[in-house]
């Protein structure tokens, strides 16, 4: 009796001292924020003014003292006009005035967010953070020559380590010289479909797209809406494909202006034909490409199948090479990042397209992310969300900022976006080493594993609210699709990232 009523006394004394303690924490940060913004501690505007501004604006407002700062800025409704007044009276500018979510971008002075915080319209604001296509990006060189003996030298081993750490977006063009590219008909792609199911190289049958394909749906009758560096369009394989497409980058009123130019970033290309190509490459079977595909997976078929004696077909298939494309260019065609107010904008105009134009839209893809204060509450995961209600599904890249935990970036972190990691197929992966290095069956040696792995650079979850993400994982890793670049606009190119998988 005495040690249970002892053991109780002494945990009521240390619940009652770190309650103390806590408090006399939090009146310490509070005191400390309201004396760096110069508040007198019994202002309870003022307080509370400080409260609605995030954590990331915070930091920067002292930094930036009179200059100005890219802001969003929640609001309780959609009555902008208060807000809107008081940010020009305070010598600041307004950027976008959104529709399905309440709030604004703006540019203002620092030592007036402040002020602007004040106003009893406004619930929260935010700094108006980057975001990317990719953060990573180099091409690595051909190796000429015969295939060698399987052996790793000093010289391999230390290329090896170059593309693994960091893994660079584009990790190799792929030589076009020596092959024969093609646009895949309807009835082609059907044709294909059923000879290449047992084939585990490709994306569609790793990720089990073929079993859908087996009951005739290639996608056909869906529009995807790719917020992105834009799509070339006369690429070959998504010849037919895209059915438009905007430019809301900052290249509007430029040479650079447009959304279906080759001298556009890869990326959107890239990812396009991820979603929907239906091109292929015909071969022989001297191709080094062909020959690691057959020694780790079932040969590609022959091409006299679909018209073309002689040669083997390499297809290039998206998951949905039926559906249609619809291109919003956010990024410039220097695929540098652009702040989010930009991708919420996209978003939104996504949302326009089926509410307002016309447009029957079904799948938003974002291959694009950068980070946030609040995951799933911020005004671009609330746009995310705000799509989903309309009958938009929203696919968003993870982000590549693994392995470490709560890396997840925004709009992934949207709880309704289907958000993606990316992972290494041992198929893709080994055809990829022994393509690369000129060495047949080197890819063994370099992924030993017969199982998928989220790579090391996928952005894990959970979310700072606890939520599990990502909520799937596909092939994101050496995938061989589309690729664009102002000389040579019908290439094609392995690449990696989550941008890849999604």
Known sequence: MYRTWFYSTRKNYVTCFLMVLLAVSAVSTGML?????????????????????????????NDCGADSIKILVETFDQNYQP????????????????????????????????????????????????????LISSKLPLIDGEWRPVQISAEDKNRFDEIQRPIPQVNYEYPMDKVLPITLTQEQIEILADLIEPNTYWNPVAMDAVHAWALGDYGQGSLVVVIDTGIYADH??????????????????????????????????????????????????????????????????????????????????????????????VFPHTGAGVPESIIISAIEYAISMKLEQGYDVDVISMSLGGPTTFDGRDLEDQVVDYATSVGITVVAAAGNEGPASMTVSSPGSAESAITVAAAAHPVNTRVFWDVYFGKQGIGWQ?????????????????????????????????????????????????????????
Do not use: C
Request: proline letters at 7%; glycine letters at 8%; zero cysteines.
């Open 33 to 61: 924020y309201t004396s760096n913004l110069a508040m007198n501690a019994n202002n309870y505007p003022a307080i509370s003014a400080v409260q609605k501004i995030s954590a990331g604006l915070l930091g920067k407002i």
């Open 236 to 329: 070959f394989m998504l010849a037919g494909s895209v059915i438009g497409g905007v430019d809301l980058s900052p290249d509007v009123d430029t040479e650079y202006e447009g959304w279906n130019l080759a001298t556009n970033h890869w990326h959107g290309t890239h990812v396009a034909g991820i979603i929907a190509g239906h091109g292929a490459i015909l071969v022989h079977s001297s191709d080094p490409l062909y020959r690691s595909i057959s020694m780790y997976a079932a040969p590609p078929p022959e091409a006299s199948s679909i018209g073309y004696p002689g040669y083997h077909i390499i297809p290039l298939f998206g998951m949905a090479p039926m559906a249609q494309l619809y291109a919003i260019k």
């Open 446 to 502: 370099l992924f030993t594993s017969d199982i998928p792995q989220i790579y090391a650079f996928s952005s894990r979850g959970p979310t700072s609210d606890g939520r599990e993400k990502p909520d799937i994982a596909a092939t994101g890793i050496f995938v061989l699709s589309a690729y664009n670049e102002p000389e040579a606009p019908q290439s094609l190119a392995f690449a990696s990232g989550t941008s890849m998988a999604t």
């Open 83 to 134: 807000v809107k007044s008081l940010i020009e009276s305070l010598g600041g500018t307004i950027s976008f005035e959104y529709k399905y979510v309440n709030g604004l971008a703006a540019v203002l002075p620092a030592d007036k967010i402040l002020t602007l915080a004040e106003d009893s319209h406004v619930k929260r604001i935010y700094l108006d953070e980057m975001r990317y296509p990719s």
